[in-house]
């Protein structure tokens, strides 16, 4: 143990970025949610079958798959970016998708005489979505939203593998200097039960102001 | 849920005016779709991708077999690891359920340990650990632990919601009729909740194939793996890009057939009489299931 305690700065740092990828992702992931969501259930076809590709599609290719297409492949093509904002990128994108997912169910549990009373006064399309549908529709679905937000902390690990040292990379790169695996890796592995907690802690009194049950 | 597809989707049927918007509005987004397709048409040409040499692979059959080979064994490590994790997943939710208190206390633990762990640091982990502590067991079956692990934790969870949202009446009924605790579950619950459960276990079944693509890092030679070699292959003019495209393509291929059968299954259930509950479908589904069973600390439905 005294291999973690001796390296607790490093482990302070990769929590750091690991929380940083985690919340810039998580807001990136629900505006392009909301987007996608608005897209899907919008009267304008082409707009809802890009909605309906873009979830297909990013929903079944791995995370990881998708981190090398933006690392390495776009780089074939000339766009380039650090590490980091690649993790923000396609972190935000994949769970984007699930946000979309999670906030159209969320609108389908909007009663939909509001709408057609809305529309009835008068209200243009995406007045009636951004005013009465969208707020009422997000409230609706806060947990599944934090779960995205858990799976979210969990998967930005993968940010690892194109060498951005978060909690993971730290755990692997602290392996290679000291050759403890065991208790490096549990050093690691109580950080990501801290992150995973606190969350669920701060989701669960979010979830008692903002959840609205019907 | 259940709004036509086509036509409009919020609100009623548009007017004569709204018609018109929805048809400018289409075709705007249609003009500057054809405007992104061609920037990267324009972009992938002059950066060379679209030259012969960068496909030339794609139609030798050596090379694909190669890329096959990848995908068997992705499927391979796949199906075993969602038996296995299936198979951990009951005994887990079992566990976590049974009128033995230290049982449950274990099974609990287990679960939102592993559900709250990210499946990359268990596979580096066990794939520096059991090498070096007599488990030299090859990167096939250290990834089949990983993914069973973590698999077998998040469908613990799901199980344990689905029993739980059954109505409590139906346990009653059984242990008023006497049967045993065992044979109210084999015999009552557990075939009523499982009907429940088939899109949230799928959900995670689709999740535990792309997962398999974590493999990557131990190195298991699976999909992913082999696209990246094909890639950096110098002797096809290393198409790194369309290698990935290819590997992407693939896996999306997997993954809509799978929900697909699925899908079918559910449907056939239902048509067969048997589907009377009815099932969970979703993010919100699982959600409803998970706030009436007093939610757990650490839950995620089916995004990693």
Same mark, same amino acid.
């Given at each position: 143990?005294?291999?973690?305690?001796?390296?607790?700065?490093?482990?302070?740092?990769?929590?750091?970025?690991?929380?940083?990828?985690?919340?810039?992702?998580?807001?990136?992931?629900?505006?392009?949610?909301?987007?996608?969501?608005?897209?899907?259930?919008?009267?304008?076809?082409?707009?809802?079958?890009?909605?309906?590709?873009?979830?297909?599609?990013?929903?079944?290719?791995?995370?990881?798959?998708?981190?090398?297409?933006?690392?390495?492949?776009?780089?074939?093509?000339?766009?380039?970016?650090?590490?980091?904002?690649?993790?923000?990128?396609?972190?935000?994108?994949?769970?984007?998708?699930?946000?979309?997912?999670?906030?159209?169910?969320?609108?389908?549990?909007?009663?939909?005489?509001?709408?057609?009373?809305?529309?009835?006064?008068?209200?243009?399309?995406?007045?009636?979505?951004?005013?009465?549908?969208?707020?009422?529709?997000?409230?609706?679905?806060?947990?599944?939203?934090?779960?995205?937000?858990?799976?979210?902390?969990?998967?930005?690990?993968?940010?690892?593998?194109?060498?951005?040292?978060?909690?993971?990379?730290?755990?692997?790169?602290?392996?290679?200097?000291?050759?403890?695996?065991?208790?490096?890796?549990?050093g690691a592995a109580i950080g990501y039960l801290v992150l995973a907690l606190a969350s669920a802690f701060v989701l669960r009194q979010m979830e008692k102001r903002l959840a609205m049950v019907r | 849920m259940k709004r036509a597809p086509s036509g409009p989707v919020l609100g009623d049927d548009l007017g004569p005016r709204a018609r018109r918007m929805v048809n400018v509005?289409?075709?705007?987004?249609?003009?500057?779709?054809?405007?992104?397709?061609?920037?990267?048409?324009?972009?992938?040409?002059?950066?060379?991708?679209?030259?012969?040499?960068?496909?030339?692979?794609?139609?030798?059959?050596?090379?694909?077999?190669?890329?096959?080979?990848?995908?068997?064994?992705?499927?391979?490590?796949?199906?075993?690891?969602?038996?296995?994790?299936?198979?951990?997943?009951?005994?887990?939710?079992?566990?976590?359920?049974?009128?033995?208190?230290?049982?449950?206390?274990?099974?609990?633990?287990?679960?939102?340990?592993?559900?709250?762990?990210?499946?990359?640091?268990?596979?580096?982990?066990?794939?520096?650990?059991?090498?070096?502590?007599?488990?030299?067991?090859?990167?096939?079956?250290?990834?089949?632990?990983?993914?069973?692990?973590?698999?077998?934790?998040?469908?613990?969870?799901?199980?344990?919601?689905?029993?739980?949202?059954?109505?409590?009446?139906?346990?009653?009924?059984?242990?008023?009729?006497?049967?045993?605790?065992?044979?109210?579950?084999?015999?009552?619950?557990?075939?009523?909740?499982?009907?429940?459960?088939?899109?949230?276990?799928?959900?995670?079944?689709?999740?535990?194939?792309?997962?398999?693509?974590?493999?990557?890092?131990?190195?298991?030679?699976?999909?992913?793996?082999?696209?990246?070699?094909?890639?950096?292959?110098?002797? %096809? &003019? =290393?198409?790194?890009?369309?290698?990935?495209?290819?590997? @992407? *393509?693939?896996? #999306? $291929?997997?993954?809509?057939? !799978?929900?697909?059968?699925?899908?079918?299954?559910? %449907? &056939? =259930?239902?048509?067969?009489?048997?589907?009377?509950?009815? @099932? *969970?479908?979703? #993010? $919100?589904?699982?959600?409803? !299931?998970?706030?009436?069973?007093?939610?757990?600390?650490?839950?995620?439905?089916?995004?990693?």
């Amino acid at each position: 143990m005294n291999a973690v305690l001796s390296h607790l700065g490093d482990y302070a740092h990769g929590m750091e970025t690991t929380v940083v990828l985690t919340l810039v992702s998580y807001l990136g992931a629900f505006a392009i949610g909301l987007a996608v969501a608005s897209c899907r259930v919008s009267p304008v076809p082409p707009l809802r079958a890009i909605g309906t590709l873009y979830i297909d599609v990013v929903r079944n290719v791995p995370l990881l798959v998708q981190f090398f297409i933006f690392f390495f492949g776009l780089t074939k093509v000339g766009i380039r970016f650090s590490p980091f904002t690649t993790s923000i990128i396609v972190l935000s994108m994949y769970h984007g998708a699930f946000v979309g997912e999670v906030v159209r169910a969320g609108v389908n549990t909007v009663d939909k005489g509001q709408i057609d009373a809305a529309r009835a006064l008068g209200f243009t399309f995406p007045a009636v979505l951004l005013l009465l549908v969208l707020p009422q529709a997000v409230r609706s679905v806060v947990q599944p939203l934090g779960n995205v937000f858990i799976a979210l902390i969990k998967n930005s690990s993968v940010a690892y593998t194109i060498s951005v040292v978060e909690l993971t990379g730290t755990a692997d790169r602290l392996n290679s200097e000291l050759a403890r695996a065991i208790a490096v890796f549990t050093g690691a592995a109580i950080g990501y039960l801290v992150l995973a907690l606190a969350s669920a802690f701060v989701l669960r009194q979010m979830e008692k102001r903002l959840a609205m049950v019907r | 849920m259940k709004r036509a597809p086509s036509g409009p989707v919020l609100g009623d049927d548009l007017g004569p005016r709204a018609r018109r918007m929805v048809n400018v509005v289409s075709a705007v987004v249609l003009v500057i779709l054809a405007a992104l397709l061609w920037t990267a048409i324009q972009r992938l040409r002059s950066n060379g991708q679209l030259t012969a040499d960068k496909w030339r692979w794609f139609t030798n059959v050596k090379v694909q077999r190669f890329v096959l080979v990848g995908l068997l064994d992705t499927v391979k490590v796949a199906v075993v690891a969602m038996a296995l994790s299936l198979t951990v997943g009951a005994l887990l939710a079992l566990g976590r359920i049974a009128p033995q208190r230290p049982v449950r206390l274990v099974a609990t633990v287990v679960i939102e340990f592993f559900r709250a762990m990210p499946l990359l640091l268990l596979i580096l982990f066990i794939g520096l650990t059991f090498p070096t502590h007599h488990l030299p067991l090859g990167a096939f079956w250290y990834l089949v632990i990983g993914l069973t692990a973590y698999n077998g934790a998040v469908l613990g969870e799901v199980f344990r919601a689905g029993i739980a949202s059954l109505d409590r009446g139906q346990t009653e009924a059984a242990q008023a009729l006497g049967l045993r605790w065992w044979q109210t579950m084999r015999l009552v619950v557990v075939p009523q909740a499982l009907r429940r459960m088939v899109p949230a276990i799928v959900s995670q079944l689709v999740t535990l194939l792309k997962d398999t693509s974590l493999g990557f890092v131990l190195p298991y030679e699976e999909l992913l793996r082999r696209g990246r070699e094909l890639g950096q292959d110098f002797t %096809l &003019h =290393q198409p790194a890009l369309q290698a990935l495209i290819e590997v @992407a *393509v693939l896996y #999306a $291929l997997v993954n809509f057939t !799978l929900s697909r059968v699925a899908h079918r299954l559910e %449907l &056939h =259930q239902r048509r067969s009489g048997r589907g009377s509950a009815p @099932a *969970v479908t979703g #993010a $919100l589904e699982m959600a409803a !299931l998970d706030a009436r069973s007093a939610a757990s600390a650490v839950s995620g439905t089916g995004v990693t």
